[in-house]
């Protein structure tokens, strides 16, 4: 039910942003969540945000690093990563994980 609503979420997005501003849509509301539950998050350095938010939503720091560079227009294989991305970091939150 979650990865419905999760992908819902990114159709709604890209179809309310554009392909150009999905994934800096999907990323922006990510990283919202994130420092919800984190406030701590935006003094780490960029090595380490990678890093935790990887250890969040259970990716790689490179995936992680991918979502927090995302912008501009993101084509094929590469948006649909950030989103998948995005969709994770929300269920880890959704699930407690901080």
Do not use: K, W, Y
Request: glycine share 8%.
């Amino acid at each position: 039910m979650t990865r419905t609503i999760l992908g819902f979420f990114a159709f709604v997005a890209l179809a309310s942003c554009g392909p150009r501003s999905a994934a800096p849509a999907a990323r922006d509301a990510a990283l919202r969540r994130v420092l919800r539950a984190q406030p701590e998050f935006a003094a780490a350095r960029p090595q380490e945000r990678a890093a935790r938010l990887a250890a969040l939503a259970g990716v790689s720091v490179e995936e992680a690093q991918r979502l927090l560079d995302a912008g501009g227009a993101i084509r094929g294989a590469a948006f649909i990563q950030v989103i998948q991305t995005a969709q994770r970091v929300h269920a880890a939150l959704e699930r407690g994980n901080r």
